[in-house]
């Protein structure tokens, strides 16, 4: 099996190549100009691994939500090169791959509230928690809200396995003093390729394969005419 992942959400720039376990990846920090660089990034990946385009099982990409350009672009990338190379394709959630990278870094982190910020004073925001494969599996529905009206399943109590994590909570300081009480840690750490490509492995496994046309942005929020706030 051969995942290619590229993600373009945030900040974050990424790409990454699973084969049979084995991951090679490239990210970059850059508050503009992922376009120019995810292409080059992706070409760096394959070459580093022999792998082609062509010999890829599927494309994974992080659909959002995230930067309304950001998420757009990954999605665009994705439907060409997916055209280009005869094949499928398999959206992953953003916020899930937040807290893929926190379970992962974590053995004892067994559930994950993830904040991202959204700008324009709101987070989008989705609760995890840890699969019997050790993958974020998601608990509720993802949102976009004001950062007051976050808050954890009902089911959910304080204790040690529950994490805080992504950009909103540095963004909104209030969020952060409401939930710390319940939270052992907060972590301020961005989506990548490397979680994408992890998550949809089972996608694979299981056939939930899409078409180019189906390489879809997920955006949470309705109003999408302020790309100029959104970030890059």
Not at 11 to 32: I, K, W
Not at 96 to 111: I, T
Request: with cysteine; charged share 20%.
């Amino acid at each position: 099996m051969k995942i290619l992942a590229l993600d373009t959400a945030t900040e974050n720039c990424s790409a990454a190549l699973l084969v049979d376990g084995q991951l090679t990846a490239r990210e970059r920090l850059l508050e503009r100009g992922h376009a120019e660089n995810i292409l080059a990034m992706i070409d760096e990946v394959l070459a580093e691994a022999g792998a082609s385009l062509a010999g890829v099982t599927a494309i994974a990409f992080g659909r959002g939500p995230g930067s309304f350009t950001g998420v757009r672009l990954a999605a665009s990338v994705t439907q060409g090169l997916a055209h280009g190379g005869g094949v499928p394709v398999v959206p992953v959630s953003d916020l899930a791959a937040v807290a893929q990278r926190v379970l992962a870094d974590d053995a004892s982190a067994q559930r994950v509230l993830v904040c991202n910020d959204a700008r324009m004073r709101e987070v989008y925001w989705g609760c995890f928690a840890r699969s019997a494969g050790n993958l974020a599996a998601p608990v509720g529905d993802e949102r976009v809200s004001d950062p007051g009206q976050v808050a954890l399943p009902a089911e959910w109590s304080a204790g040690p396995d529950l994490r805080g994590a992504g950009t909103g909570f540095a963004a909104y300081p209030p969020l952060r003093s409401a939930l710390s009480s319940m939270l052992a840690e907060i972590r301020e750490v961005r989506p990548r390729a490397a979680e994408i490509a992890l998550l949809a492995v089972p996608e694979v496994i299981a056939g939930r394969l899409h078409g180019p046309e189906e390489a879809l942005p997920v955006y949470l929020r309705d109003d999408v005419v302020h790309p100029a706030t959104s970030g890059h």
